[in-house]
Each structure stands twice: as C-alpha cells, then as structure tokens.
C-alpha cells in the first residue's frame, strides 16, 4: 500500500524558515517523482515543486529561489526546506506522487501539513 505522509509544518514569522518532509512507502521511491502541491483555504491545490526520480526539480515562479525540494533515496524521504517565508506561503502542504499513464493514472497523497505563516 502506497503512503505519503508529511511532517514539520508550523507556525513561523515571516522571514523565517520551515522543512517539511514527506516519508514514503509502499512502492520503489527512487523510481518516481514526487510532487509537493498546496492549498490555501477557499483556493485550488496548486503545485509548488517537484523532483523526479533522477533528481531534477521544477518550482512554480512563486517560489523559485525561496524553496528547494530534495530527497534522500537511503530514507524514502522528499524534502522541502522553505525559506524567506510569506504570508501568503500560508496553506495546507501536501505531498504527491502517482502510478500508470492517461486513464490507468493513479495519484497518491499525504494527508497534509499546515504552514501559517505570520506577518
């Protein structure tokens, strides 16, 4: 079975820094990419960054410079060091991960973090 779950949100001023970590299971980690998304209250989950299994990364232009995603294929760990944080970095982090192309596309998902962000 297939589990995400994340961990090391909080509440931090802005300006300040968070790591969030996402602990996977259930399949073989360094053979997919896994994706942190988030969600601001009344808003979309949208993405926020992502490593594939080789180790390249992608950020939304948001964050670009301020985040940096990692992982650590010993651990089955994704990590997501947060810097120069905002308020509006404020919103329910999730990690992602999915299996199988076009209708057979399966997604997976932790059950989330909060990170609030204080101005």
């Known amino acids: 079975e297939v589990q995400l779950v994340e961990s090391g949100g909080g509440l931090v001023q802005a300006g300040g820094s968070l790591r969030l970590s996402c602990a996977a299971s259930?399949?073989?980690?360094?053979?997919?990419?896994i994706s942190w998304f988030r969600q601001a209250p009344g808003k979309r989950r949208d993405l926020v960054a992502r490593?594939?299994?080789?180790?390249?990364?992608e950020y939304t232009d948001s964050v670009k410079g301020r985040f940096t995603v990692s992982k650590d294929n010993a651990k089955n760990t994704v990590y997501l060091q947060m810097n120069s944080l905002k308020p509006e970095d404020t919103a329910v982090y999730y990690c992602?991960?999915?299996?199988?192309?076009?209708?057979?596309?399966?997604?997976?998902w932790g059950q989330g973090t909060q990170v609030t962000v204080s101005s």
């Open positions: 992602q991960t999915a299996e199988g192309w076009g209708p057979y596309r399966k997604d997976y």
């Open positions: 259930g399949f073989i980690f360094e053979d997919y990419a």
């Open positions: 490593i594939t299994s080789s180790g390249s990364t």
